[in-house]
């Protein structure tokens, strides 16, 4: 077979994914074979909507003709997909269209021993409310994984956080030495494996100016002694850090990743330094994931507008 393919799972299809996947794969070309698990129709629909023309070359669902790959066409496996019109809004009526999805890509990976993965965005508020936290969550789950690491990752600067979509007011609920060690050796096996070294790891506080007016402070309960741990081993890893000066550029300089204890005390500057050209990597799977970093859009929806920057990024990371 050459190079494993990627599987692409579509999300949300009511999203700009297939917008950019469409934008991704007519200005590049890639040594490894894209398979996109998604609905032929909503495919075809969008295709003509949108104004691509490419052909759709049909991997029949007991996935035996790999062999017959070509990424001159868009190899694809038909999930159906009842729709009454092609950009509609984002409901969850899709949740059961989005879970065979991933179920049949997840298939496709373990018969096959793939190891390349990327998803589409879905919403959370209707795919996800109330099971699970995030897509990345979502995937350890079915593949009963305990721990996964969430990497923002930039060839200059990646970001990690400790906690991801839970709401402000449990954030420190959700801190331990145990969560920071787990996170720091999947970074640590990641930049391994992947480009032969140790990276250098910044770890944040979570208050302000990583102090407080309280004896018993997260910083000195948790953060500091599992720091003071790890350093033992990897002398690579300082903190913690203010969150309010870590992203400036004399220090930035100085490590290749930045683990902050919730969601958007690292995402946010991440974004302002370097818009979409990022990818969000799910360590820990037992296969490389990585998605897009953005989200549905809806609001940009149909309109051909859409940066496949990130897609791009992730396509290119996954074919090397």
Known sequence: ???????????????????????SIRANSFKSPLIIVVSKKLLQEQMIKLGFTFKINDIDKKFSNFSKLDNKKINLINVDYDFKKCFEKIS???????????????????????SKFINGPI?????????????TEYLAKKTKINKVTMLIFNKNLSVSPLTTHIALKDV????????????VNHINNFYKKKFNKL???AITGLNPHCESNFQDSEEVQIIIPAIKRLRLRNTNINGPFPADTIFTKSLLKKYDVIIGMYHDQVLTPMKALFNFDA????????????????????????????????????????DK
Not at 283 to 307: E, V, Y
């Open 1 to 23: 077979m050459g190079k494993k393919p990627i599987i692409i799972v579509g999300g949300e299809p009511n999203s700009i994914f297939l917008e950019i996947f469409f934008k």
């Open 92 to 114: 969850s009526k899709s949740n059961k269209y989005i879970n065979e999805t991933f179920l049949v890509a997840l298939k496709v990976m373990r018969q096959n021993k793939f």
């Open 123 to 135: 919403s959370k508020k209707y795919f996800l409310r109330g099971k699970t936290l995030g897509i």
């Open 172 to 183: 420190h609920k959700n801190i331990s030495k145990k969560k920071i060690y787990t996170h």
């Open 199 to 201: 990276p250098r790891i």
């Open 279 to 318: 990818i969000n990597i799910t360590l820990g799977l037992p296969f490389t994931r990585i998605s897009p970093d953005h989200g549905p859009n809806h609001s940009m929806l149909g309109k051909n507008l859409s940066d496949p920057t990130s897609l791009i990024q992730a396509l290119k990371f996954l």
